[in-house]
């Protein structure tokens, strides 16, 4: 099991920027991709961006350039640092990861709320 604790969503005006955090325990020696994804009002969730232990990144095409995801392995911490944020980018957003090769696990954030407003 491994549990993912979000924080550091908030209300920011168009143009500005926020920091997201995500916090995993439990069993974090057994993920191999993290990511953060999103959900807006009456839209499907969608992959904003995506690291895994490699360090190979990946992003969703309205985030590229915008926004930078990045992990510290000690803490067991990912971040997504968003930046020209525009109210497009309204929405939940969830940590997610991945566990195990052959069978694979994922696990949810609860979510924290990003609102940008114009």
């Known amino acids: 099991q491994v549990q993912l604790v979000e924080s550091g969503g908030g209300l920011v005006q168009a143009g500005g920027s926020l920091k997201l955090s995500c916090v995993a325990s439990?069993?974090?020696?057994?993920?191999?991709?993290m990511g953060w994804y999103r959900q807006a009002p009456g839209k499907q969730r969608e992959l904003v961006a995506g690291l895994t232990t490699g360090g190979n990144s990946n992003y969703g095409d309205s985030v590229k350039g915008r926004f930078t995801v990045s992990r510290d392995n000690a803490k067991n911490t990912m971040y997504l640092q968003m930046n020209s944020l525009n109210p497009e980018d309204t929405g939940v957003y969830y940590c997610?990861?991945?566990?195990?090769?052959?069978?694979?696990?994922?696990?949810w954030g609860q979510g924290t709320q990003v609102t940008v407003s114009s």
């Open positions: 997610n990861v991945k566990v195990g090769r052959v069978i694979v696990a994922e696990y």
């Open positions: 439990g069993r974090t020696s057994s993920i191999h991709t």
